[in-house]
């Protein structure tokens, strides 16, 4: 394969990410939280990209809520646990929740909607259905953890003296494991966010941290959007 072919592939694969509108919010929320952890709440050019960015994300998420309920009203997966499927179906409700009342948040931020109070008063119930959500996927992904880790166990048991790396069922379930490892840590970082957003502790997660969090968790989420070529060669 030509250096042209090699870069012709990689810039495809470049054009599939940036056509997907998930990915392109996520790069606007790095840049968002990137803008809020130089400001560190101050007045000036990086807080007013903040603000920009924030407003600019929320025309990419109109009717995203409708995912969401979608995926409430949706069967699980058979033989998943019923705690897990309360909790899996919590997060899915809260979320949507956050979705739909953000767009009238939106409406109050362009003017649209002239009850300010009240707006940002929808606003933070909506933030806090997001915390909630994070707190729900937190719990999801470690009991998905637990059940994938008694799996691997299982079947390291199975395939005893055989090299696991190349049994295709050992890898996939390892991969599933690294996976929702990487959400884990993201839900958490998302639970530090909301906090910080909402103020519940402003002497220890100021701006700057919440920034900093926020940018991670953002980047995290640019990486689990990358088609699967450009993540392998990512890991």
């Known amino acids: 394969m030509s250096t042209l072919d090699v870069?012709?592939?990689?810039l495809g694969l470049v054009v599939l990410y940036l056509n997907k509108a998930e990915a392109r919010d996520k790069i606007c929320r790095a840049i968002q939280y990137g803008s809020k952890y130089l400001s560190n709440g101050e007045p000036g050019?990086?807080?007013?990209?903040d603000k920009s960015t924030s407003l600019a994300r929320k025309v990419f998420r109109l009717f995203k809520f409708v995912n969401d309920l979608h995926a409430l009203i949706s069967p699980?997966?058979?033989?998943?646990?019923?705690?897990?499927?309360?909790?899996?179906?919590?997060?899915?409700?809260?979320l949507s929740t956050f979705l739909f009342l953000d767009q009238i948040v939106w409406l109050g931020r362009t003017g649209i909607y002239k009850n300010k109070e009240q707006a940002d008063v929808i606003g933070r119930i909506s933030l806090f259905c997001w915390m909630g959500s994070s707190i729900c996927t937190t719990l999801v992904e470690i009991?998905?953890?637990g059940r994938l880790s008694a799996s691997l166990?299982?079947?390291?048991?199975?395939?005893?003296?055989d090299d696991k790396y190349q049994n295709e069922e050992y890898r996939a379930k390892l991969k599933k494991s690294n996976d929702r490892s990487l959400a884990?840590?993201?839900?958490?970082?998302?639970?530090?966010?909301?906090?910080?957003?909402?103020?519940?502790?402003?002497?220890?997660?100021?701006?700057r941290v919440t920034g900093a969090f926020g940018f991670a968790s953002s980047?995290?989420?640019?990486?689990?959007?990358?088609?699967?070529?450009?993540k392998s060669k990512a890991s």
Do not use: F, W
Request: hydrophobic share 45%; with cysteine; glycine share 6%.
């Open 76 to 94: 699980t997966p058979a033989g998943t646990p019923l705690p897990l499927v309360l909790l899996g179906k919590s997060k899915n409700a809260l």
């Open 7 to 10: 870069a012709r592939a990689e």
């Open 184 to 207: 884990l840590i993201k839900a958490g970082m998302d639970i530090v966010v909301a906090v910080g957003l909402l103020q519940l502790a402003p002497k220890k997660i100021n701006p």
């Open 45 to 49: 050019t990086a807080q007013n990209v």
């Open 219 to 230: 980047l995290i989420s640019c990486y689990q959007l990358l088609p699967s070529p450009a």
């Open 153 to 161: 166990k299982k079947l390291e048991k199975h395939l005893k003296n």
């Open 143 to 145: 009991g998905e953890l």
